[in-house]
């Protein structure tokens, strides 16, 4: 009898591990209301129908103990990524109830002051969305996806080119390009029309900046508007011009070397004098703080017939120019080094603090799936690089027939090999940092031009000691 009991005993123990352990690799779940943002057609007029972005709640199940990811995300083309980004990863999380995004929307000045000292600290986001280049300083700090992705091949097969540049040529899988740029400039043909003033690239492929600063100059005398020619005020936007010039940044051996580049002194001449004699506004350039004019908003206001800029602000000249005026994208001005701009974008990627990486790996599994990565193409008009989307096009959608050429422009752009060589350069971002500020004092007329180049010469030295 005490026998039988004995092995009742132990089978009633046995059947207690076996539940405790079913309940430990099936964890209770709860239902949430969750609201996502859908978009749906809705009748507008008699047999007209227009597309319109509603909230609705919807009934998820989801483990009681979630997992949270965090991004740190710089806007592209601020107003027009950002939401484009967000109904993704509800999409996401509506596939993956296990796991909350959480995306910060930060400026620039969180990537260059705040994120370097949490990730020195081991802190800081599970993901970011880096420029290039400068994010390729934190390189130290990211994740190699390639063991948790779920087809590295594809990775490889896709968006390998690109990965190869933000890996440093190595094997290491750490993000994708989620969009690429390239600098160059608008002109709005109406002024010009309105003006008598032939448009300069109508009748030539090899437009110089003085000859574009001239005609714009007889436009802005003739329509009566502020300005001939409009800049954005950025050490980036600054060097193709100059490269155009025959600046080459660097020495025989690769380091930054501005003192005696002709090419970089020539351009930076030229701003100074495009803003003495009222070419340019200074106000762009050297504003105050918090007061300085935005250059993209002088163009889309009808101020300027020529702003200087780039591939990004297609989507926001849609949107806030429309068909006011007929606006379009012609080829970069030339001299001695070429007809460059100047390529970038950003790169999303993983770090390697994060406690989730398996989850970090399905979330960009599937930002860069050719759905979702097609989807944020064709919706942002920003460029994407996938061999995948390559091959079958993106839809890319523009609402004017000014947007899909601008587009077309943009993807046939040429970029020299000394652009190149800067934007992959170790110093890249440090160069585009150093410039601008010195730019803005010899602008200001603070420090003669030479000063201000020694100046920015021995500021990018120091941040590389």
Known sequence: MKRILYFVLLASLALFVVACEQQEVEPETIEVIKEVEVTKLVEVEKEVEKEVVVTKEVIVEVPQELVTLRILYHAASPGVDEPVLSELIDQFELDNPDIDVIVDYVGREVLDQSLPLQLESGEGPDMARLLIPSGFAFREFFLDLRPYVADSAYWDENLG???KFFSGGTDALYGYNIDTTIT????????????????PSDSSDQVTWEEWAEAATQVKEAVGIPHALVMDPSGHRFAGPAISKGANYFDDEGYPALVGDEGFKDMLTLLVDWH??????????????????????EFINGNS??????????????????????????????G????????????????????????????????????????????TLLIPQHAGLAEIGVEFQTTTENGAEALNVWLASEVSPVAQNLVSSPYGGTIFGKTKPRI????????????????????IEDAHQ
Do not use: K
């Not at 160059?184 to 448009?199: C, H, K, S």
């Not at 970038?344 to 399905?362: D, I, L, N």
């Open 184 to 199: 160059g400039p608008y002109i709005n043909r109406t002024l010009w029309e309105q003006a008598g003033v032939p448009v």
């Open 440 to 459: 803005v004092q010899a602008v200001a007329g603070e420090l003669t031009i030479d000063e201000a180049i020694e100046r920015m010469q021995q500021d």
């Open 276 to 297: 003495e004699t009222g070419v340019m506004p200074l106000d762009i350039w050297s504003g105050a703080e918090g007061q300085s004019l935005d250059a993209a908003g």
């Open 305 to 334: 017939p020529f702003y200087m800029s780039g591939s990004w602000q297609v989507s926001r000249f849609e949107q806030e120019i429309g068909d006011a005026f007929d606006w379009e994208v012609v080829p970069n001005p030339c």
């Open 336 to 379: 001695d080094g070429g007809c460059t701009g100047m390529p970038g974008g950003g790169f999303m990627v993983a770090f390697a603090h994060t406690e989730h990486p398996e989850e970090v790996a399905r979330l960009m599994d599937f930002l860069v799936s050719v759905e979702a990565y097609g989807e944020w193409a064709g919706r």
């Open 161 to 163: 080119v690109p990965n």
